[in-house]
């Protein structure tokens, strides 16, 4: 297939999606290929009153684990932590006291800094779970002025829920563990977490307009609003929902889908980290059928007899996708800006992967 064809494919694909559904504002999908020479950025649908455009920031929801893990990553390599080091040793004692209490023992001093970016601690997550008071999102969507601290949340955890196996003894996707992740690099490095995401990652990138919303701005403003999510039926505006601070280390970050490359293509290039460094976040667990986590990373394996379409990176929640393939050397960045539409992305994902591979001759 010539490689215009396939463009015309995948967009005529991705306007149909965006059109079809009533629930889906908008769309954003940046496919790149040294290889082949090819850098598509489109956009489709609306924000507000506006068309979309490619060069749009937007909401990049669960994305932001992999900018925590990266710094862990690298305070790692700085040798100022280690991975087997327990929690305890870089947080107070009020936010480790009775954090991890699972049939009656108490394991809170037991969590290593490994278990909170491979999901293995066995803490609840605040974020997804249903309590008595409902889902935490349904309470942001009510409390928008309410700004959440790292700690709340943390808090939130610990009186409401309940964590569900010792740790490193099984695999439980957590929002909380990547919060007390965030604590331990403010404490280590005696900076906000948001000075150093910028200070580690989008100022050495030069990822201008990408920023920690509710805390901090970025470098460049964009002559684009952020684009809006669609959530629980609510057209919802991230900038003007303090409660959104809640997400903080655990996936706070307004990006675009150029910013996004950049980290993308540094980080498969060994150029924040070293290639032992990825290495080591690409010890995969199964996460769920078909997707496998490591530390701060996600592995998608479309079939398992097809290793050529596997991809890795990270998803979230909003249908948003930053992934790279290894084999055809194409990245492939975007979202929908809809919660709960991972699933449906992947499907998208696919799709793109089949069309891209008959490219590859071309």
Known sequence: MEKEK?????????NKIVNSNPKLHNAYLLIHSDKLNIHWN??????????????????????GKTFTSV?????????????????????????????HVYKGKDYSHEIRIEHLVSNTSG????YEEKTKQGKFLEILLKEPSHAWT????????????????????????????????????????????HEVLHEYIFQRLHMDHSYLSQYSDPLVKSTFPVANINSMGKRIHVENYRSFSSNYAAGQTVSTSEDLLKFMKALAGNHLISQDSLAEMMQW??????VDYGYGLMRIRMFA????????????STGSFMLYNPTMDFYIIGSFNKTGYTGQSVRFIFHVLRTLSKCEGN
Do not use: C
């Open 6 to 14: 396939a463009k015309l494919t995948i967009e005529k694909t991705l």
């Open 42 to 63: 489109m956009a489709q649908g609306q924000t507000d009153d506006m068309p979309a455009h490619p060069e749009q920031p937007y909401h990049t929801a669960s994305i």
């Open 71 to 99: 710094i862990i990553a690298m305070l790692v390599e700085e040798r100022k932590i280690s991975y087997h080091d327990p929690i305890a040793k870089y947080l107070p004692e009020d936010i480790v006291n009775g954090l």
């Open 123 to 126: 803490l609840p997550d605040y």
């Open 150 to 193: 790292p700690q709340e949340t943390i808090e939130w955890s610990k009186r409401y829920l309940s964590p569900r196996f010792p740790p490193g003894k099984g695999f439980h996707y957590t929002n909380t563990g990547f919060n007390l992740l965030g604590l331990i690099i403010e404490n280590m490095t005696s900076k906000p977490y």
């Open 285 to 290: 667990k199964k996460m769920w059928m078909g």
């Open 305 to 316: 007899f097809l290793p050529k379409y596997n991809v890795w990176g990270h998803l979230g």
